[in-house]
C-alpha cells in the first residue's frame, strides 16, 4: 500500500509539473523537477535494495551452479567437478526432480533452502523446495554477497534442444540468470539414463565456461542452450554455434483407467524435425557435434513488429 501512495504521489507531481521539457530518448531535465517530486523519486529509491558489488580484481570468480533434475542428479555433481577449480563454487538446487517446470516461480507456499554436503566440505551447497527460478532468485538475493560471475544449469538428463527450451527448467534458470545480468549456460546431454557418460560434457562444459569468465567483453545477458550428443568424448568433433531448430513434438494423450475405474491420462508424443537446415541444433547433434545456440529472454519478433507498423492500420 505504501509503494502504491509513494507512486500516486510521483505520478500527479508529474502530471502538475507541466513546466518540464521532454527531448527524445531523454526523460524530464532534472533542474526542472519540482520538489514534490524530488521528494518522491528519492523515497522510492531508499526502498530498493543495495546493488550487489562487482568482483574486484583481487576476489576470484563465483560461480552459481543449479538445475532441474534435483540436487542428486549426477549430471550436476558431473558439472561441480569439472568446474570445481575455476572459482567459488555455490550450488542450490531443487530438492526433487523439476523437469518441465519452465519459468515457473513459487507463490502462495514457503520456500525453503537446507544446507547440504551433496558436493564435498569445500563446496557451498543447499537444497531448495522450489522450482529451478526461484533457486537461482534466492541465491542472487539471499545466499550471495554478491552477483556472481556465470551461472550454470545442468547436466541436464534428456535434451533441452529446438522446442525443448521453451519448457525446460534447466534454460529457464539460466535465462532468469541471464534477466539478472549473469552470463548464463545451460547444459544437457541427451541420455536419461542415471549411468550416462558425462566425459564429454565435463570437458567442453570446463572450455565455455573458462572463456566466458576470461573474456573482458562478455554480454552481461549472454545465455547459451549447449547439448551433447549420446557418444563418447573420442567421438564427439567439438562445439558447433547453431541456431534453434524447428522441431516440436506429435503430441498424443494416451487415455488409460486406474484401478478405482476412473479415466487418467498420459502425455504421449513423437518427436518432429520439420527444419532440414544444417546449421540447426538438431543437425550438429545428429552428426556428433555439441551444439551451442545464443538465447534471449526478448521475446519481440522484431521482423513482425517492423512489418505489422508499416501495414496495420492503427488510428
Not at 554478491?146 to 541436464?156: A, E, M, Q, T, W
Not at 547439448?227 to 567439438?238: M, S
Amino acid at each position: 500500500m505504501a509503494k502504491a501512495k509513494k507512486e500516486n504521489i510521483e505520478n500527479e507531481a508529474l502530471q502538475a509539473n507541466t513546466s518540464t521539457q521532454l527531448k527524445p530518448g531523454r526523460g524530464p531535465e532534472q533542474p526542472q523537477l519540482n520538489t514534490k517530486v524530488k521528494a518522491a523519486k528519492e523515497s522510492k529509491a531508499a526502498d530498493k535494495p543495495a546493488a550487489i558489488k562487482p568482483r574486484s580484481s583481487k576476489e576470484e570468480p563465483i560461480i552459481l551452479i543449479t538445475n532441474d533434475d534435483g540436487v542428486t542428479a549426477p549430471g550436476i555433481a558431473a558439472l561441480v567437478d569439472s568446474v570445481r577449480d575455476l572459482g567459488k563454487i555455490v550450488v542450490i538446487a531443487p530438492d526433487k526432480a523439476q523437469s518441465g517446470m519452465g519459468h515457473a516461480i513459487t507463490i502462495g507456499t514457503p520456500l525453503r533452502m537446507v544446507r547440504v554436503n551433496q558436493f564435498g566440505d569445500k563446496i557451498e551447497a543447499y537444497s531448495c523446495n522450489g522450482t529451478p527460478v526461484d533457486c537461482v532468485k534466492l541465491a542472487v538475493d539471499k545466499i550471495l554477497h554478491r552477483k556472481p560471475d556465470i551461472c550454470l544449469s545442468g547436466v541436464n538428463h534428456g535434451a533441452n534442444h529446438s522446442i525443448n527450451v521453451i519448457y525446460s527448467g534447466t534454460m529457464s534458470a539460466a535465462l532468469e540468470a541471464a534477466i539478472e545480468s549473469i552470463p548464463s549456460v545451460g547444459f544437457s546431454l541427451l541420455d536419461y539414463s542415471l549411468e550416462a557418460d558425462f566425459t564429454g560434457a565435463k570437458k567442453y562444459a570446463r572450455l565455455i565456461v573458462e572463456q566466458i569468465l576470461n573474456s573482458k567483453s562478455i554480454d552481461r545477458h549472454l545465455c547459451l542452450n549447449v547439448n551433447f550428443p549420446a557418444i563418447t568424448v573420442e567421438q564427439l568433433k567439438g562445439l558447433k554455434i547453431c541456431r534453434q531448430a524447428y522441431a516440436k513434438y506429435e503430441e498424443d494423450f494416451a487415455e488409460r483407467t486406474d484401478p478405482t475405474g476412473k479415466k487418467y491420462y498420459w502425455l504421449t508424443g513423437d518427436f518432429v524435425n520439420f527444419d532440414k537446415g544444417r546449421d540447426t541444433d538438431v543437425w550438429a547433434l545428429n552428426h556428433n557435434y555439441a551444439s551451442v545456440v545464443p538465447v534471449q529472454f526478448d521475446l519481440t519478433n522484431y521482423k513482425l513488429k517492423e512489418k505489422l507498423e508499416n501495414t496495420f492500420k492503427l488510428t
